[in-house]
Nanobody
Framework: QVQLVESGGGLVQAGGSLRLSCAVS????????MGWFRQAPGKEREFVTA????????AYADSVKGRFTISRDNAKNTVYLQMNSLKPEDTAVYYC?????????????????WGQGTQVTVSS
């Protein structure tokens, strides 16, 4: 069983930065694809970014491309989401997710394991 715990969320002004962390326990991080998703009030959970097992291949939603960066430290069993140039529309609960072999890294239905989420609020 894999446990995921996100941290690093908070309140930030537009244009600011935050770094989210996702600590993975129960299994070795290097065995899993990792994704970040977010859910704003009244909206569906949406894909943000994902990384393959070693971070050599990544994918980003168009809305965050060039501003957000996913990285992973397999030795520390931790995945990061660096968020720069934040906008009010980035306000959401951010979730990390894990799966050994998702058929589509952008689909939330392909991930077996989820964290509890961390709130990110960007003020204008």
């Amino acid at each position: 069983q894999v446990q995921l715990v996100e941290s690093g969320g908070g309140l930030v002004q537009a244009g600011g930065s935050l770094r989210l962390s996702c600590a993975v326990s129960g299994r070795t991080l290097s065995s899993y694809f990792m994704g970040w998703f977010r859910q704003a009030p009244g909206k569906e959970r949406e894909f943000v970014t994902a990384s393959n097992w070693n971070g050599g291949s990544t994918a980003y939603a168009d809305s965050v491309k060039g501003r957000f960066t996913i990285s992973r430290d397999n030795a520390k069993n931790t995945v990061y989401l660096q968020m720069n140039s934040l906008k009010p529309e980035d306000t959401a609960v951010y979730y990390c997710a894990a799966d050994r072999r998702p058929r589509s890294v952008t689909s939330k239905d392909e991930y077996d394991y989820w964290g509890q989420g961390t709130q990110v609020t960007v003020s204008s």
